[in-house]
């Protein structure tokens, strides 16, 4: 659940670059009757990010009744994907466009693939646009699956287009047991939009990303157990709450709503944690 930037790539010089090399006379004059088809695509989809629209492009069986969708995924496996593909530098590019590599979608494990926003088997002309394909972990776009928005609170995050990093909307609460752990949920930012809400919420829901946040949670307070009972001998509860309060800090000025961010600023808030629940074990 992070931003990037989208990428400059020329998605009618990336479907080219793709179809290169092709030895078959016949099939590659198909593909190359589709090229406008490849750049009307395009078009659309980007306009339909900046509106938040995704939902409103209509699934495809084929491109122009020309191409099909296997062979639109044959274009993307054997010659965008393959490490020998005419169009694997493009690939590349995208696959790193994710700071640290870190998965964008989970903002959490490391990025392995590219996921389809809109997926091949539904959207074929969008098979290798690049504005269509978000570099991720492989867990999350295993979850994602090939899912296709019918409204727009539907949709999840999309990386290229959803700004979203301006206000809090990741938070957690501690659970108050031995040994304490948290939980996270979305909560609505200030003046926030009702609709990008439930996409908040969907994209949370969907990528599970409450069981992945906790189980690091869980993790988090028993890997600082040992420090803060040696704070605690000579600084007492207030010395607890500026140490989590500084790193909540720390962590929110690299990311706002990292599950990290959520979970020092649950744990510093928290009386019975600051004051002795952390110890219980």
């Not at 179809?19 to 078009?43: C, Y």
């Not at 200030?190 to 869980?218: I, M």
């Not at 993790?219 to 500026?242: D, E, F, H, K, V």
Request: net charge neutral.
């Amino acid at each position: 659940m992070m931003t990037l930037p989208k990428p400059v790539i020329d998605p009618l010089d990336t479907f080219r670059t793709s179809i290169s090399r092709i030895d078959d006379a016949l099939f590659k004059a198909r593909l190359q009757a589709i090229e406008q088809s490849i750049v009307l695509a395009a078009a659309e989809f980007d306009r339909a990010g900046d509106r938040g629209q995704f939902y409103s492009i209509s699934p495809q069986g084929t491109v122009d009744g020309k191409v099909t969708k296997d062979e639109m995924s044959s274009i993307y496996k054997d010659r965008f994907v393959h490490k020998r593909g005419p169009g694997r530098s493009i690939y590349e590019k995208l696959i790193n466009i994710p700071k640290h590599r870190r998965c964008p979608l989970c903002a959490q494990r490391t990025v392995s693939t590219l996921d389809h926003y809109l997926p091949r088997a539904f959207y074929p002309a969008l098979a290798v646009v690049p504005f269509n394909l978000v570099a991720c972990c492989g867990d999350c776009n295993k979850l994602k699956l090939a899912t296709v928005p019918g409204k727009a609170e539907e949709q999840i995050l999309h990386p290229y287009y959803d700004n979203i990093g301006g206000e809090t909307w990741l938070a957690s609460e501690v659970i108050e047991d031995t040994p304490a752990s948290l939980e996270f949920y979305i909560q609505s930012p200030p003046g926030g939009d009702p609709v990008l809400l439930r996409r908040l919420r969907n994209h949370f829901d969907l990528l599970e990303l409450g069981k992945l946040y906790g189980s690091h949670g869980a993790r988090l307070i028993a890997s600082i157990r040992g420090y803060l009972r040696n704070l605690y001998r000579s600084a007492r509860m207030p010395g607890i709450r500026a140490h989590l309060v500084e790193m909540a800090e720390s962590y929110a000025a690299e990311h706002r709503n990292s599950w990290e961010t959520a979970a020092y600023t649950a744990l510093a808030a928290n009386d019975w944690f600051c004051d002795g629940g952390f110890a219980l074990e």
